[in-house]
């Protein structure tokens, strides 16, 4: 789904499943720590200081909601009558990239108008 | 027959692109799988090189001359067991200036090779050519190493990806006043792309599905080459962590392939790196990325979109 970064729940800010362990929840923080930290190579070229800030921030509080049980629940209602969650079912995502192509429909140029009346014509 | 055509590019020079090109069609070779090697880096061929193999005729350059009509009759044998390769040509200057013609014959011919493996290994960089190549792969893999300079040219060179397979499907759809549009705002910021495809939502749905869905069809590999501790390691997560959320991208991290020196030393003496080497850790990172691919392949992307130039 199309989302700006500002509008990440805390799961995807950390790309974790909503169903995470603690102990997920914990190895992603630090994961992303990594990334949002201070001189992170992994931002370099495409993302400022300042909204590299922003992003550290957001983890930071997203990591202290998901961390405490009790906060974690009373988000995980809210996110729920916001959105209603669907685990995924297999172990694999279902692709989206059937679009082709070659499936699109056909435009109707002057030749191809042309070709159909010829084609027609006894 | 069902093929798989791999290609292995990225950003920035000598990050090891013909490294694992060479490397992985070893491996898929001693797993008893065809496999046709080529050399599409035009500029700077050295793929035979890194297998120990002299520069000789037929090569690419003789097919894209005309000098040999089918690309197949370019494949020479290698001294490994079901391993062909396509070497670049050092003899005819200029050949990477590929005009849309012969590369679309390129293509072509690429797909119609009689084997189950092509892997493409190809130059640096985000010219037409090289990112067209890379685009009509299935998978895609950027290789690029804990460097800063790498890494910004490996979100360069995604970001060239992703202007390319959006121009395409524009050019098809006839929505060509987008594309200005849409360089002008991916040139002011990082999440521009976001706001190109927000706003091109609220003005026309349907153009902005399916240039999304175009965009999430894109999904490439990273390998993060030369790694010399657990950070660098780290680091190729977090690189394709960044994409997945500012270049709205499903990119996928296969894994770490640590520096060993004996690359050089295998180099300097014309040897292949994965014969001499098996139980190094590069060459079990090699056969581990392989395999993490070979699964990915059957249930992530089996489907991918078909990119096709058009004629003109």
Redesign the interface.
Known sequence: M????ED?NYYELL?VERTASPDEIWEAYQ??L??YRDG?????????EA?RGQVLERVQEAFQALRDPARRRDYDLALLRHAPYFPPKA???K????????E?PV?KTFWARLKRLFAKSP | MDKRIWAIGGGKGGTGKSFVAANLGLHLASLDREVILVDADLGAPNLHTLLGIKASHPDLGDFLTNRVPALEDTAVETPFRGLRIIKGSENILFIANLNHYRKLRLLRQIRQLATRNVILDLGTGSSYNTLDFFLSANPGIVVAT???TA???T??FLKSCIMRVLK??MD???ILELHQKMLDQIEK???SL?GF??SL?ETDRSYGT?L???L??F?PCLVMNKTRDE?DV??G???A??A?????IDMKYLGAIPYDEDVHTSLRGLRPFYVDHRDSAAAKAIRQMSEELAYSIE??????????LPDT
């Open positions: 199309l989302k700006r970064i990440w790309s994961a992303a990594a990334t992170s190579l992994a931002l370099y070229g495409l993302v400022g909204e172990a694999f995502r692709s989206v990239g059937k679009l082709e192509i070659e699109a435009r | 804990p460097e800063p890494i910004e040219n979100y360069l395409l499907y098809h759809y006839k910021n990082s999440q976001y495809f927000k939502m399916i999304y869905r175009a999430r069809g999904r950070r780290l680091l997560r977090s690189v962590d960044v997945r959320k500012y270049l709205l249930f992530t992307l089996r489907t991918p979109p078909e990119i096709r």
